[in-house]
């Protein structure tokens, strides 16, 4: 039996997510009629959680999920054969890992998840946490992020979803019964996961929210389309998608027709700060070469506003105390805020008033948002 690597005494669990973003120059049979985007424009996929969810339910977020067993297993090593293959199946060399948190248990922060099954390790974890994302992908949305076997490289190119070729809905049901089956439809498709396509591009740790609280570790790819492939929401575990530009998205967020989380909130202004499809291809190809961060937000509670506290704000605070705890004042956030200056947080008004203060250089070549601050009269 395959298995979620589940949480062990920590009760981390390790998840991958995949931001879709796929161009919009042209009509496109799969792309909704949406309004026209600015030249080079893309939008990005994002799905809403059902309402029984026992995470974030109705939350807007990026095709993702829980790592299980099976997308580690020795199985796929022949798949990937003879084109690809240990050590790093065509992928760039391994960028260092995310600096733990304190008191996490290993180095990325889920040691204490363990497959099931106690199945030898196969793919290296980032292999592993590709794969996870492109079967999520599938099992959520329908899409599928996959090559044929021996093809060329779509890079530098964005890449394109394979059709999907009929009886898929019987797949996808049986996938989502037994994650190990998505090799069996790899194997019948002749094709892999993309996972070249996949590009790192950061990780979030759930924060401390309640004792005994659900938490991820979730590795976040960023995967460019050249057009939108068509999507279908599972019905169960996603009820509805839409394909949104940055700024539409975040209007939407502002306008209460969407809910966002801090992650993909952030995520989305940050890729505000890219105008076109092709440079943020780009940057993915040669921008984020030197290392991945992995945050954990710190809470901080205060009169009128919970606070998320990134790593580099004067606030935060490496202290293993954190893991665990939120951090609070009674004053107010206008007042904190006037004596901050070196600021990397978010700060929430309420479910959909979200504010973004960067003041930090980023690291490692990456970008971070710019500073988004709402108008008073939306408060
Ligand atoms: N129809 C549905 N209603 C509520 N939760 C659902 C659901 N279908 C799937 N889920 C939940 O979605 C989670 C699986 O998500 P993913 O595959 O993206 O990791 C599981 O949560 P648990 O992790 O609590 O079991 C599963 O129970
Ligand atoms: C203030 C409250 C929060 O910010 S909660 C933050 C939740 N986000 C995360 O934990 C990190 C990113 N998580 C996700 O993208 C998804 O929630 C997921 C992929 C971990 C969901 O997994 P699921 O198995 O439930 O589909
Ligand atoms: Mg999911």
Redesign the pocket.
């Known amino acids: 039996m395959s298995g979620?690597l589940r949480p062990g005494a920590s009760g981390w669990?390790r998840?991958a997510t995949v931001v879709l973003a796929a161009g919009w120059t042209r009509p496109s049979p799969a792309a909704p009629p949406l309004p026209p985007l600015p030249a080079g424009g893309f939008r990005l996929l994002l799905l809403q959680r059902?309402q029984?969810?026992?995470?974030l339910p109705g939350a807007y977020v990026f095709p993702?999920?829980?790592q299980d067993a099976a997308d580690r297993s020795a199985d796929w090593l022949r798949l990937f054969a003879p084109h690809h293959g240990p050590p790093r199946f065509g992928l760039r060399p391994a960028r260092p890992p995310p600096r733990p948190f304190p008191g996490l248990p290993d180095a990325d922060g889920a040691a204490a998840t363990q497959p099931d099954d106690a199945a030898p390790a196969a793919l290296p974890d980032d292999v592993a946490a590709r794969v996870c994302a492109v079967r999520?992908a599938f099992?959520?949305a329908g899409v599928l992020l996959l090559r044929p076997r021996g093809a060329p490289p779509a890079a530098p190119e964005p890449a394109r979803a394979l059709p999907p070729p009929p009886g898929l809905d019987a797949w996808r049901e049986r996938v989502r019964r037994d994650p190990r089956l998505f090799l069996s439809l790899c194997e019948q498709l002749d094709c892999t996961p993309d996972i070249w396509a996949l590009h790192d591009w950061g990780g979030w740790l759930t924060p401390f929210s309640r004792a005994g609280g659900?938490r991820f570790d979730t590795s976040f790819f960023m995967c460019c389309l050249s057009e939108p492939p068509p999507v279908r929401p599972d019905g169960?575990?996603v009820v509805r998608c839409q394909w949104s530009s940055p700024s539409e998205a975040t209007e939407s967020f502002m306008k209460k027709e969407i809910w966002l989380v801090p992650p993909q909130f952030y995520e989305i202004r940050r890729l505000a700060n890219f105008t076109s499809l092709s440079d943020l291809h780009k940057f993915c190809l040669d921008g984020t070469s030197e290392g991945i961060e992995k945050w954990m937000p710190i809470t901080f509670l205060t009169a009128n506003a919970m606070v998320q506290l990134l790593p580099g704000d004067e606030l935060y605070s490496e202290d293993s105390e954190y893991l665990e705890n939120v951090m609070s004042s009674g004053e107010k956030i206008e007042d904190i805020m006037k004596e901050s200056k070196t600021l990397h947080r978010l700060v929430l008004y309420s479910h959909h008033v979200f504010n973004i203060h960067v003041t930090i250089q980023s690291k490692h070549k990456h970008i971070y948002p710019k500073t988004y601050i709402i108008s008073k009269s939306r408060l």
């Not at 029984?52 to 995470?55: E, L, P, T």
């Open positions: 979620s669990r998840a059902c029984a969810q026992g995470f993702g999920g829980v999520e099992e959520e659900r169960s575990e």
